[in-house]
């Protein structure tokens, strides 16, 4: 339960937060509360291993604030700016994260599990081993991020822009991929099984070493992609642009090429 008194501090802004933190370092902070914490001026807070989940952070000012290993469950940050900030190891399962700033935040080893990224700008974050697993990315930025080993299995992704983005290793299967942009993106070793992708662009990526098994392309465009000894097993290309791909020592057994174009694609 959350508790009032600090509440009421930490409304007052990160100044007197952090001074309060500082003198109190063995006090662990509960502020797990629907309270409407917008306009707080929290720039660069200390809220590391702070509980908050269910709190109301919509339009809230957190660039740079430390949210190591903070509670964020179900919070809501609508709007909310986390430029550059750390939440790394952060539980923001279930979180609202519509419209909200992530620039070149921290949030490797993160729980964003069933989390709803509408909108929201990720251009550079580190996300590398984070759980994403279920979460709902709809049109929102991705760019140069680092998804490097992350959990993305059963997730969706509508209309997202990842180009040159870090997906090496990371879990992908039984995700839905449409109408987004991965040009250029690494996703060698990754685990593409069962993944269903449609008009979705991946010019160029690097797929060497990955699961496609049972995988699902229709109308995606992969010229020049890296298949590599790629795992092809029983996937299905339907009406996709292949064109200079790579597919050389790639186990393509049972694979399907329904009325994909296969111009100058190297094999051997």
């Given at each position: 339960m959350a508790n009032k008194e600090q509440l009421v501090l930490l409304k007052q802004g990160a100044v007197s937060w952090n001074r309060w933190r500082e003198e109190h370092p063995d006090i662990k902070p509960d502020l797990s509360s629907p309270s409407f914490f917008s306009r707080v001026k929290l720039q660069g807070a200390q809220l590391s291993g702070i509980n908050l989940s269910d709190a109301d952070l919509r339009g809230t000012d957190l660039t740079g604030a430390n949210l190591r290993g903070a509670n964020l469950h179900a919070a809501l940050l609508q709007k909310a700016n986390l430029y550059g900030a750390d939440l790394s190891e952060a539980d923001l399962s279930g979180a609202e994260l519509s419209h909200t700033t992530l620039i070149?935040?921290?949030?490797?080893?993160?729980?964003l599990s069933e989390a709803k990224l509408n909108l929201s700008q990720l251009q550079e974050a580190n996300l590398s081993y984070a759980n994403l697993s279920g979460a709902l990315i709809t049109n929102s930025r991705l760019s140069q991020a680092n998804l490097s080993g992350a959990n993305l299995s059963k997730a969706t992704l509508h209309a997202a822009t990842m180009e040159k983005v870090k997906l090496s290793q990371a879990d992908l299967s039984g995700a839905t991929l449409s109408v987004s942009k991965l040009g250029w993106s690494d996703l060698s070793g990754a685990d593409l099984s069962r993944i269903k992708v449609e008009a979705a662009i991946l010019d160029h990526v690097n797929l060497s070493g990955a699961n496609l098994t049972k995988a699902t392309f229709s109308e995606a465009n992969l010229t020049g992609a890296d298949l590599r000894g790629a795992n092809l097993y029983e996937a299905t290309f339907k009406r996709s642009t292949l064109t200079l791909a790579d597919?050389?020592?790639?186990?393509?057994?049972?694979?399907?090429?329904?009325?994909?174009?296969?111009?100058?694609?190297?094999?051997?």
């Amino acid at each position: 339960m959350a508790n009032k008194e600090q509440l009421v501090l930490l409304k007052q802004g990160a100044v007197s937060w952090n001074r309060w933190r500082e003198e109190h370092p063995d006090i662990k902070p509960d502020l797990s509360s629907p309270s409407f914490f917008s306009r707080v001026k929290l720039q660069g807070a200390q809220l590391s291993g702070i509980n908050l989940s269910d709190a109301d952070l919509r339009g809230t000012d957190l660039t740079g604030a430390n949210l190591r290993g903070a509670n964020l469950h179900a919070a809501l940050l609508q709007k909310a700016n986390l430029y550059g900030a750390d939440l790394s190891e952060a539980d923001l399962s279930g979180a609202e994260l519509s419209h909200t700033t992530l620039i070149t935040a921290n949030l490797s080893h993160a729980n964003l599990s069933e989390a709803k990224l509408n909108l929201s700008q990720l251009q550079e974050a580190n996300l590398s081993y984070a759980n994403l697993s279920g979460a709902l990315i709809t049109n929102s930025r991705l760019s140069q991020a680092n998804l490097s080993g992350a959990n993305l299995s059963k997730a969706t992704l509508h209309a997202a822009t990842m180009e040159k983005v870090k997906l090496s290793q990371a879990d992908l299967s039984g995700a839905t991929l449409s109408v987004s942009k991965l040009g250029w993106s690494d996703l060698s070793g990754a685990d593409l099984s069962r993944i269903k992708v449609e008009a979705a662009i991946l010019d160029h990526v690097n797929l060497s070493g990955a699961n496609l098994t049972k995988a699902t392309f229709s109308e995606a465009n992969l010229t020049g992609a890296d298949l590599r000894g790629a795992n092809l097993y029983e996937a299905t290309f339907k009406r996709s642009t292949l064109t200079l791909a790579d597919l050389r020592e790639a186990n393509t057994k049972k694979a399907k090429f329904k009325t994909s174009v296969m111009d100058n694609v190297v094999e051997s």
